[in-house]
């Protein structure tokens, strides 16, 4: 008899565990609370942490995270990604269409590591050649300008010649140093001296872009 009465109990405790575990499964008694904070994205955004593991979502376009290079930036109105132009080239943007006549305003974002016996301003120095010349520009040719975050620009044109613009915006860290360049092709009076080459399209476009850029 007493043999009975204990199997009848463990089937009773199996039954009753069996309802309690589905439960538990089916209807969480507690549902996860994450913290209250939030991720600004470049664009001025926020996003909150979702989620199981309450993690942080990508931002959404126009926010562009390159997370090799460790930043993130709010891609210009009108910018697209295309086909990076060469091995150094993290990533690159055109506006417009390459189906119109016009050839489109560029973006090209490349990144050059520092040698160890190098300094920032030689890596920067031996990778600004002239497009036109293919020589090294002079130490005149840079100035600096600080965008965004606080983020100080070496500044240099590397080129300027028939119809095209090219101005690269370096920016020095602690290994390797960051080139952002903005290309303008088909600008008129390109060959005045006098034009400012800041109110070109994809300079424009560039300065707004940097000034949203995150990392360091």
């Given amino acids: 008899m007493k043999k009975a009465l204990l199997g009848v109990l463990l089937l009773v405790l199996v039954g009753v565990g069996g309802v309690i575990y589905r439960n538990a499964l089916e209807h969480p008694s507690q549902?996860?609370?994450?913290?209250?904070d939030a991720k600004v994205c470049p664009d001025g955004t926020a996003v909150s942490r979702t989620g199981t593991a309450c993690t942080f979502p990508a931002c959404p376009p126009p926010n562009v995270s390159l997370p090799d290079a460790g930043i993130a930036f709010a891609l210009p109105a009108g910018f697209a990604a295309t086909t990076p132009p060469d091995s150094a080239s993290l990533a690159a943007y055109d506006s417009g269409s390459v189906s119109t006549s016009t050839e489109p305003?560029?973006?090209?974002?490349?990144r050059f590591q520092i040698e160890a016996s190098s300094t920032a301003l030689a890596t920067i120095q031996a990778t600004a050649i002239g497009g036109a010349s293919g020589a090294p520009l002079p130490a005149t040719a840079f100035s600096s300008v600080v965008l965004g975050a606080?983020?100080?620009?070496t500044v240099a044109q590397i080129e300027?010649?028939?119809?095209?613009?090219?101005?690269a915006y370096?920016?020095?860290?602690?290994?390797d140093v960051l080139r952002f360049d903005a290309i303008d092709r088909q600008v008129q009076g390109w060959t005045d001296a006098s034009i400012d080459v800041s109110t070109l399209p994809a300079q424009k476009a560039l300065r707004q872009m940097l000034a949203t850029l995150q990392g360091q």
């Fill in 31 to 36: 549902p996860i609370a994450c913290p209250l």
């Fill in 105 to 110: 305003a560029s973006i090209v974002i490349r």
């Fill in 150 to 153: 606080n983020h100080r620009f």
């Fill in 160 to 167: 300027r010649f028939e119809g095209t613009v090219d101005v």
């Fill in 170 to 175: 370096y920016l020095a860290r602690g290994n």
